[in-house]
């Protein structure tokens, strides 16, 4: 034990003696394990912390599902039916408009049970947190403010419990705050308002999350069959009894429901791969490294062999050094990673949602930093001590030559040309995501988000007709359109770049009867919808009040459908006829040709679109948007004013902008852009630092070669360009591999996301131009300085 | 102690064969104290390197203290070396980041002594060499000479059958050379059988006889 002790204090002597070194692989394992922890901190917290609470080990999650848009009313079946979850509660996120004198402001909260805070078993910062009585009917309305919502819009006031503000322009008093960090269990979007389901009138929808705690003694899988059997026999009031039954999945105590925790899993796994990558380049750029100061220390190594070390003990003496380098690393890239990590979770996200990620910088965070650098240990020190290990001892007792020749020369230029191939790839593939991303194709939507604010209608919620349903969209679209503050209002069934993809079959007039029909895209929009969304009509009209139920069927397409079912020819007066799975329906005229725009996804190729009237066709569940000059908060409450006019138990969800929208549509390709273009910024810097750390060696070994070309009158210039294009040549080659393997990776990106080019040759030309000009600067550092030695004293250092 | 029979050391040059040693054979008894001399390249240091086991590409046969080093594995030959053999060069070949008290240490260490049992010994040597006041010194705190007393001294901290000298004061100035040749005598006086190449005609005296080698072929 005391000649390991020993291994390792001869080890850390020798590398304070070697601080140039030791700076650039503790620098390198820095950087490395660095980027690999930072990502690790962030999917730790969104992937292993458990439920916020007390006990989150007994907390289990469900998710309510009933296509007749009824749970509350099946969540309380299962309530009275559980055994395994005494204590169960239902919460379900929401956009709520908060005001407290002063412009609303959207913010994102949650309507939950009475019981859900009891069910986390959460204390109150201030005033106290709902209770049962809160969420019976007639309760007066109370709401819970976060922590932060409380210090950022009330200054941390305590005087603010009781106070009464405006929850969906209904009074509401606010009874408490919520522990400092509660944030809701909708992770990662933060909740910052609660209020019972009962007093926002959020007791029907489609969906909702039950939070329970398992009683004494059961576990998740008893928890689980039980929730089967009593899925298996609940009742939907109203429901087609031949319809679907309500689903409802149980998981444990997780963070995220399963299908973000899916996503984040995806994510997490692919950051962690792009950052593995950076690893990859330090590990080969810290081998490279400890392979040149190997060769610098044969004459050492010899010695000790002449004195009796066996192998075993001069490997055991160069990863006890390696052990120190990247303990030294680790403990660096903990720090790095800690920085990194506050950094990153104070910036604003980089879009309008609200999420808010966690940086778990705890034990489990060090025990990974610590396991990459053991890792790195072996990866970057056995190799390298075991080549420094083989040697000739009469040779390098008699003073053999230090220099970096034949094998070992190829190994070192192999790993320097494999770290530039693979930080060519990160470059040149980070290069192609932000390029891509800032293109016409991803930039340029077809249509205008600005000032355009969403809201969900549903009219199904306040039992009305079809008539009814009819009537009050139309009164709702002519209250907006009365109002100076609204520019356009129009009704859609779907929210354009959301994801939402619906398709129609459909068969042109004089089609031969055994041609197949055409499914284009459809929807249903209300008069005013290309205007509300600035979608230039190239021809005909908009759908007008006219077009009614009664009225001859009209629709409008977009120059693609038209291009593809009458090329050359316009479109205006040609008819369709629905011709999908149901029996042929009424001949549809086309009114007008819209510009083509983006659909479903923001970097989509054009689709063939084929938008019908609202009116003819009525939508019970659509959403309203709105284009106004307001700020967001207040559009969000205008919206919100005009449907509680036109109908004030109707609930308006969402509020959410249509900018906002359609950036959560592109947020994880932004995200990994970011982040690639971070982590091949990374790679650079490992690259000059490889390459620079080669080029001292090769100049160091050729100043003899230097001295004596120079004192044939070769000119420093011409020395330098000879040194430095010894260099170049393989980064090039380094450079031409990754940018094959990016081109490779460039087919599977444009196959993952539609809309990437896969040969972008600005980007791939772009980071190897970098990359060259990184390795240029460099080589020629070392190659002047050697230079610089002069022939004299070059000779006469021989 | 040691019969070469035939021991014979040759590079592959080109087409043909470059002989470094030819059909050395001798015997060496234990307590000798033997000096080999010869012009350069005449092949002493490999003779010494041989001996020393560092290098084991050569053929005939080898014997030492009864083995047969010619049929042993690489890791007993290693064994046996470990055991009975210490080392001099002529450039010291110290271990530069280590203190004189370290590298008297390292050997023993690489022997699997006790930490205890290697304290004793290092201080025992150290008292024995009289240089305790510089077990604190880097080799490049020390002079030429102190350099080889110390390297002297680790030749010897594991107790050797054999010590094998390369021009061990080939380094040195005359004084200095002196002393260490006597120390050499006195170990030698003591039982350690001593083989030294040198250049030199008065440091071979100091030895019972002189092995001379030209062109690779014991001459003497």
């Known amino acids: 034990m005391s000649a390991w002790f020993d291994d390792l204090r001869y080890g850390a002597r020798s590398l304070r003696r070697s601080p140039g070194f030791t700076f650039i692989a503790v620098l390198t394992l820095a950087i490395g394990i660095g980027a690999n922890v930072t990502i690790f901190g962030f999917a730790s917290a969104l992937l292993l912390e458990p439920l916020p609470g007390r006990e989150p080990d007994r907390l289990v999650r469900a998710y309510l599902y009933a296509k007749a848009n009824v749970p509350y009313p099946i969540f309380e079946q299962v309530r009275a039916q559980t055994r395994t979850l005494p204590d169960l509660a239902a919460f379900r996120d929401a956009t709520l408009s908060l005001r407290s004198g002063g412009e609303p402001e959207a913010v994102f909260g949650s309507m939950v049970t009475g019981n859900y805070f009891d069910v986390l078993r959460l204390p109150a910062a201030h005033g106290r947190l709902f209770g049962q009585d809160d969420d019976r009917p007639g309760a007066p309305a109370v709401a819970v403010l976060s922590d932060a919502l409380w210090q950022r819009r009330f200054g941390a006031?305590?005087?603010?419990?009781?106070?009464?503000?405006?929850?969906?322009?209904?009074?509401?008093?606010?009874?408490?705050?919520?522990?400092?960090?509660?944030?809701?269990?909708?992770?990662?979007i933060a909740s910052h308002l609660w209020v019972p389901m009962h007093g926002a009138s959020g007791r029907t929808d489609k969906s909702l999350h039950l939070i329970g705690r398992l009683s004494s003694g059961r576990t998740i899988a008893e928890v689980r069959a039980e929730l089967t059997a009593i899925a298996s026999r609940l009742t939907v009031p109203g429901a087609n009894p031949a319809g679907p039954p309500p689903f409802m999945s149980v998981y444990a105590g997780a963070r995220l429901a399963p299908e973000p925790r899916l996503l984040a899993q995806v994510f997490s796994a692919l950051l962690l791969g792009l950052a593995g990558i950076v690893l990859l380049i330090a590990c080969v750029n810290l081998s490279g490294l400890q392979l040149t100061r190997g060769l610098t220390r044969r004459h050492e190594i010899g010695v000790r062999i002449a004195v009796g070390a066996d192998r075993r003990r001069l490997v055991r003496l160069m990863l006890g050094e390696s052990l120190l380098l990247s303990a030294a690393g680790g403990l660096a890239a903990a720090g790095a990673a800690w920085l990194a990590g506050r950094t990153l979770v104070s910036l604003p996200f980089p879009a309008p949602i609200p999420v808010s990620f966690d940086f778990a910088f705890d034990a489990r965070l060090l025990l990974f930093a610590a396991a990459l650098s053991f890792a790195t240990m072996f990866a970057c020190g056995l190799a390298p001590a075991l080549q420094a290990t083989r040697l000739d001892v009469v040779t390098h007792l008699k003073g053999g030559t230090t220099a970096l020749g034949g094998s070992r020369s190829r190994l070192r230029a192999g790993l320097i040309a494999a770290q530039v191939a693979l930080s060519a790839l990160l470059i040149a593939l980070g290069g192609q995501l932000v390029r891509g991303l800032n293109s016409p194709r991803f930039t340029d939507k077809g249509l205008v988000t600005d000032g355009v604010v969403t809201a969900e209608l549903d009219l199904r919620t306040v039992g009305a007709s079809k008539e009814e349903g009819v009537a009050l969209q139309q009164r709702l679209l002519d209250r907006l359109a009365a109002d100076p503050r609204v520019q356009a209002a129009s009704l859609a069934q779907d929210i354009p770049l959301s994801g939402n993809n619906r398709n129609g079959g459909f068969r042109k007039e004089g089609a031969a009867a055994e041609e197949k029909?055409?499914?284009?895209?459809?929807?249903?929009?209300?008069?005013?919808?290309f205007a509300t969304l600035g979608i230039p009509l190239r021809a005909g009209r908009d759908f007008q009040g006219g077009d009614s139920a009664s009225s001859p069927r009209v629709a409008i397409v977009n120059e693609t459908l038209a291009r593809r079912l009458w090329p050359e020819e316009s479109p205006l007066g040609k008819r369709v006829q629905a011709a999908g799975s149901e029996a042929p329906g009424?001949?549809?005229?086309?009114?007008?040709?819209?510009?083509?725009?983006?659909?479903?996804?923001?970097?989509?190729?054009?689709?063939?679109?084929?938008?019908?009237?609202?009116?003819?066709?009525?939508?019970?569940k659509s959403h309203l948007l709105v284009k106004t000059t307001a700020n967001p908060a207040t559009a969000a409450a205008l919206v919100r004013e005009h449907v509680f006019a036109v109908h004030p138990d109707l609930p308006v969800t969402s509020g959410a902008t249509l900018e906002s929208i359609t950036n959560l549509t592109l947020l994880p390709l932004r995200i990994a852009a970011i982040l690639a273009g971070a982590l091949g910024t990374l790679a650079l810097l490992l690259v000059i630092i490889g390459v620079y750390g080669l080029m001292s060696q090769v100049a160091q070994q050729r100043t003899r070669d230097l001295g004596i070309r120079a004192a044939l009158g070769a000119s420093p210039a011409a020395l330098v360009r000879g040194l430095v294009g010894q260099g170049l040549r393989l980064v090039g080659a380094g450079v031409a591999a990754g940018l094959l393997a990016a081109a490779g990776a460039g087919v599977l990106l444009r196959a993952a996301v539609s809309g990437l080019s896969a040969w972008d040759p600005v980007a791939l030309l772009g980071g190897a131009t970098a990359l060259l000009a990184a390795a240029s600067f460099a080589c020629a550092v070392p190659a002047r300085r050697a230079v610089r030695l002069g022939a004299a004293s070059a000779l006469r250092g021989e | 102690m040691i019969q070469l029979h035939n021991v014979e050391k040759s590079y592959g040059s080109g087409a043909g064969q470059t002989w470094v040693l030819r059909r050395i054979n001798l015997e060496i008894r234990a307590g000798e104290f033997v000096s080999i001399m010869?012009?350069?390249?005449?092949?002493?240091?490999?003779?010494?390197?041989?001996?020393g086991m560092h290098d084991s590409a050569w053929a005939g046969e080898f014997n030492f203290l009864g083995e047969p080093i010619h049929k042993m594995s690489r890791k007993q030959v290693l064994e046996l070396q470990k055991k009975n053999i210490g080392f001099v060069f002529q450039s010291y070949h110290l271990l530069d980041d280590l203190t004189v008290y370290e590298n008297l240490e390292v050997p023993l260490s690489y022997r699997d002594y006790k930490k205890s049992d290697r304290q004793?010994?290092?201080?025992?040597?150290?008292?024995?060499?009289?240089?305790v006041a510089k077990k604190d010194l880097y080799p490049n705190q020390l002079s030429g000479g102190q350099q080889q007393l110390v390297g002297v001294a680790r030749a010897v901290v594991a107790s050797p059958k054999l010590i094998l000298a390369d021009e061990p004061t080939g380094n040195l100035h005359s004084d200095q050379g002196r002393e260490i040749m006597e120390l050499f005598k006195k170990l030698n006086s003591e039982g350690t059988t001593i083989i030294q190449v040198t250049h030199s005609e008065t440091n071979a005296t100091y030895g019972h006889r002189i092995i001379k080698l030209r062109d690779g072929w014991v001459v003497e």
Do not use: C
């Open chain 2, 38 to 51: 010869g012009p350069s390249g005449a092949g002493k240091s490999t003779l010494l390197h041989i001996l």
């Open chain 2, 120 to 131: 004793a010994i290092v201080s025992d040597i150290l008292d024995r060499f009289q240089i």
């Open chain 1, 517 to 529: 029909p055409f499914w284009p895209n459809v929807t249903r929009v209300s008069p005013g919808h």
């Open chain 1, 586 to 620: 009424p001949w549809v005229e086309i009114v007008g040709l819209a510009r083509d725009s983006k659909y479903v996804t923001v970097g989509e190729d054009p689709r063939p679109m084929l938008y019908q009237p609202a009116a003819q066709g009525y939508v019970e």
């Open chain 1, 157 to 188: 006031d305590p005087s603010v419990v009781g106070r009464t503000v405006t929850v969906n322009g209904h009074p509401h008093t606010v009874v408490g705050i919520a522990p400092p960090g509660f944030i809701g269990t909708m992770h990662p």
